[in-house]
């Protein structure tokens, strides 16, 4: 009876240690498996830190190169309007393109026939230079663009009296002659007022001479073009 009793607490005792025992190792497994995961989502923390830092300095490296990029943009669309601004302006100054602004018109025509011969003769067409005079002077007042009966007076425009006419542009023209020229109003109406001038010598001569003053001239462009066989540029 007395072994019976040793036998059943050595069992008792050792059923408590296997349980113990157990426990322990169960424990330990689960904080192993918590550690093991901890771990895991510290190194996916980790690894999308530095995914997040590659994306900034991805992000800030695209910005500076789009800022590159809108800088070059922004000088080369300068330099296409700077060129753009001297193209038309050459454009006018050669005749190339239709303009419109501010001027004078001015009417030109022969004296009533009675007054055309005598001591002087005082045909527009004989006395071409007169024209000519009227030209200068609106060019030295600034005229930024000229026609003559439609036809756009350059540096290139010949005028040669041929008979009763004129040839400008290579186009026959006879009186009476309208030239239109665009500029400061008041300057081209007062430099053909000018007493002295070629229109009061004109109209001492008794030459028809009419001027307006508008706010508002057109004038078309030249369709003769210029053939440059000589003249080349360089650097």
Known sequence: MKNKLLILIVSLVLGFILAFQYQVVKNTSGETEISQKVNELKSELKNAEEEKEQLVADLNEIESRLKEYESAAAEESIYVKNLTEELDKFKIMSGYTDVSGPGVVITLDNPDIEDQFGEFNSNLIYNYEYILLVLSNLNAAGAEAISINGQRHTNYTEIVPVGTHLNINGMSVIPPLEIKAIGNK??????????????????????????????????????????????????
């Open 186 to 235: 008041q300057t081209l109406e007062s430099v053909l007022n000018f007493k002295g001038g070629v229109v009061w010598e004109m109209r001492n001569l008794n030459f028809k001479i009419d001027i307006e003053v508008e706010d508002e001239i057109e004038i078309q462009r030249q369709l003769k073009t210029i053939d440059f066989k000589y003249a080349q540029s360089y650097e």
